[in-house]
């Protein structure tokens, strides 16, 4: 009787064992983490994309909130969470207030590569469908892109034979890091009021783009192994060209961040 009762006991302690990590993805999958501001500061440095939500979470609002959120965090497998302002110091609340002046009692704070991109009081899901699908997607909404394309050959050729640089980034839209580069220059467009121009080879008529291809435009030496050659040598995408007086003068092989590019453009000119 002894012997079967301790194998029942061994029996439930494993069932129990087993259940725990299910109970405990469960109760994940139906709320959203609340995290401390060691854990928020931590997201800075190791979180390539988060959304974290602060604010009082005992108020009464906080039940659309957070269905929102889960819903959200659903739909991209996104990062999310959500801090306790009423457990925060006022040091703490201090330097997140300092991100932006409006915010007072609540905020949505989006964290991409290390730091914060944006923060607002008040979203409503559907802004806050729009603001991931930008910051996590890379998906700039349509009224704010601010870089340009061109259509043929001949417009291209008019821009690399200016007197003025021109940059220009060939790319896919089928490239990760093309899409990541994206946002990059298509803010440092808006902030410097400056002309940037993008190809999607995935979608540029193909026979205007061969012209493009097999001109006399030359990728730079240090974009190509240390040898200067013509843009039908083939090229890893993307790849961003500056050129003036119809001549290719500087280039960016790759991904670059906001600072290496506004250093770039203040090497060939294009901005002061």
Do not use: Q
Request: glycine content about 4%.
């Amino acid at each position: 009787m002894k012997g079967k009762l301790k194998s029942w006991i061994i029996g439930i302690v494993i069932v129990i064992i087993l259940l725990i990590p299910i109970v405990v993805n469960y109760v994940k999958t139906r709320n959203i983490e609340t995290i401390k501001y060691d854990d928020f500061t931590s997201n800075l440095s190791t979180t390539d994309f988060s959304l974290t939500y602060i604010g009082d979470l005992t108020d009464d609002k906080y039940d659309s909130i957070e269905k929102s959120l889960l819903n959200l965090r659903s739909k991209y497998d996104a990062t999310v969470n959500s801090m306790d302002k009423t457990k925060l110091s006022d040091e703490n609340w201090k330097s997140i207030s300092n991100i932006n002046k409006d915010i007072t009692d609540s905020a949505y704070v989006f964290v991409k590569d290390g730091e914060i991109v944006y923060a607002a009081k008040e979203l409503s899901e559907e802004k806050l469908d729009v603001l991931i699908n930008k910051y996590k997607n890379n998906v700039i909404p349509e009224d704010e892109i601010y870089y340009k394309t061109f259509t043929t050959y001949k417009e291209y050729m008019k821009l690399v034979d200016s007197k003025k640089v021109t940059m220009t980034v060939f790319g896919r839209n089928t490239c990760g890091w093309c899409n990541k580069f994206k946002p990059v220059y298509n803010d440092v467009a808006h902030e410097y009021n400056i002309d940037i121009y993008y190809v999607d080879s995935d979608s540029f008529n193909s026979t205007e783009y061969s012209k493009i291809i097999n001109s006399d435009l030359t990728i730079p030496a240090k974009c190509n192994n240390g040898t200067e050659a013509k843009l039908s040598v083939g090229f890893g995408t993307p790849l961003t060209i500056f050129t003036k007086n119809g001549k290719s003068i500087d280039c960016i092989s790759g991904y670059t961040n906001k600072d290496g590019l506004v250093k770039a453009l203040k090497a060939v000119g294009l901005i002061k």
